[in-house]
């Protein structure tokens, strides 16, 4: 996900726009094509991005690929 991500703020804009895409993130239920295997139990790929961007960035996903937020800490001590 981390590649994706790091793609797409490079300047990928069809991949930033598959990310971010609002319909994707919260699909209809009528909509169950958008989610693997048809089920609603998993998750669409703009949804597994949003999730990585709230555990990791603290911010949505359009945040992240559209650099509108800073790079989150890597933890290292300096």
């Not at 790091?6 to 169950?32: F, M, Q, T």
């Not at 089920?39 to 991005?49: G, V």
Request: glycine share 6%; charged share 25%; net charge neutral.
């Amino acid at each position: 996900m981390k590649e994706l991500i790091d793609e797409a703020r490079g300047g990928n804009s069809k991949l930033r726009n598959l990310l971010s895409n609002y319909y994707i993130r919260h699909p209809n239920k009528v909509d169950e094509w958008l989610h693997a295997r048809g089920n609603r139990q998993y998750c669409t790929i703009a949804q597994a991005a949003n999730a990585y961007c709230w555990r990791f960035w603290g911010t949505h996903v359009t945040d992240v690929v559209y650099n509108r937020c800073d790079e989150p800490e890597t933890g290292e001590v300096t």
